[in-house]
T-cell receptor
């Protein structure tokens, strides 16, 4: 049972454009929402994350927008660069104290030079 | 400081064979996790551990067993491999309650 739905599955953006990836969750008990970036042949690495009491978080060119009432959150990559080409996963952490994560299915981003 | 390491990097098994994947971390993390990654499925939690000597089931535990005899190591075992277990396996670790999971480089397993 997939509790975190991620879209789109793939995304092609021109260099300098904005990349937007969306996630929706069902469980209101989630307490932490990270985004992970994964390059081919590597393990995922934490990119940026947000807590549900904040509506937006920005780190450099990366921004998370969070809509608690709609149970949705999104990753925006401003001024997208070819080096951003990777697979991006959203995730949600359970708040029950076990710190288990549910991951989205991933978005493969390709930024054209 | 090597972070999270996984052994082996790649393995081919025949149906019914057994094997153990080793995950080691040198960051003194309490929590360790095993995930599998399949195309279109994202990362799915197999088993996890919240401390030495403890293990718990994740989303997809069937066909796998784990052990955490030492704090720095987390072993994933396949007793009788099946083609459905062909996947890339990732280990991760974190401090208790921490918000960052540190992932290893992955083990690619092919079951024929």
């Amino acid at each position: 049972q997939q509790q975190v739905k991620q879209s789109p599955q793939s995304l092609i953006v021109q260099k300098g454009g904005i990349s937007i990836i969306n996630c929706a969750y069902e469980n209101t008990a989630f307490d932490y929402f990270p985004w992970y970036q994964q390059f081919p042949g590597k393990g995922p690495a934490l990119l940026i994350a947000i807590r549900p009491d904040v509506s937006e978080k920005k780190e450099g060119r990366f921004t998370i927008s969070f809509n608690k009432s709609a149970k949705q959150f999104s990753l925006h990559i401003m001024d997208s660069q070819p080096g951003d080409s990777a697979t991006y996963f959203c995730a949600a952490r359970g708040a029950s104290g076990t710190y288990k994560y549910i991951f989205g299915t991933g978005t493969r981003l390709k930024v054209l030079a | 400081n090597a972070g999270v390491t996984q052994t082996p990097k790649f393995r081919v098994l025949k149906t019914g064979q057994s094997m153990t994947l080793l995950c080691a971390q040198d960051m003194n993390h309490e929590y360790m996790y095993w995930y599998r990654q399949d195309p279109g499925m994202g990362l799915r939690l197999i088993h996890y551990s919240v401390g030495e000597g403890t293990t718990a089931k994740g989303e997809v535990p069937d066909g796998y067993n784990v052990s955490r005899l030492k704090k720095q190591n987390f072993l994933l075992g396949l007793e009788s491999a099946a083609p459905s277990q062909t996947s890339v396996y990732f280990c991760a670790s974190s401090y208790e309650g921490a918000e960052t999971q540190y992932f290893g480089p992955g083990t690619r397993l092919l079951v024929l």
